[in-house]
């Protein structure tokens, strides 16, 4: 969910092409969650722009493990999770079994997910796999990743992008 929120709300570059987030945000939000959460209610105009701050906020992490600095990304997830009030919970509704929640009762929506970002980032950068956090690396592209490959071999936000740089080099290679 963090990589689906940062990449459609956060500007900068995408698959070889400048971007910005599309309008209007809380479309773009909406679509964001529903890829993952089919049934998710969406977001309202004040929700999104709140949530693109948010973006902006994770997208930090992402950019200082890019450049190695990960203390900068670690005292990064330290705020977001302080200024969130995040915090494990317990919690049941609509008809779900008790699942682990991140957030308190009472904040807004935007706000909520930046608890249960900055923990989701919080996971993964305290563990064996803290490297797997990854900016695309192909020419013109910001894009972000988590790479849940078993060799920890990802480079490319997308499949599009690693093909752009396949025919790039394929290119390159056949004129020769
Ligand atoms: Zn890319």
Known sequence: MTVGFVNALTPGMRRGKPFTPHEPLDAAATTAAREVYPRHPGFTAPDAAELAEVAGRLRVVFDAMDDGAVDDAAAQVNRLIDDH??????DRHDGEPWHLHFHGP????????????????AIVLG????DRLGVCTAPSCDRVYVDVSRNGTRRFCST?????????????????
Do not use: I
């Open 85 to 90: 009030n995040a915090r494990p919970r317990l």
């Open 160 to 176: 599009a992008c690693q093909n752009r740089v396949k025919t790039a080099a394929f290119r390159a290679r056949a004129r020769k």
């Open 127 to 130: 563990s064996e796999f803290s």
């Open 106 to 121: 009472g904040g807004t929506m935007a706000g909520d997910w930046g608890a249960s970002c900055a923990t989701a980032l």
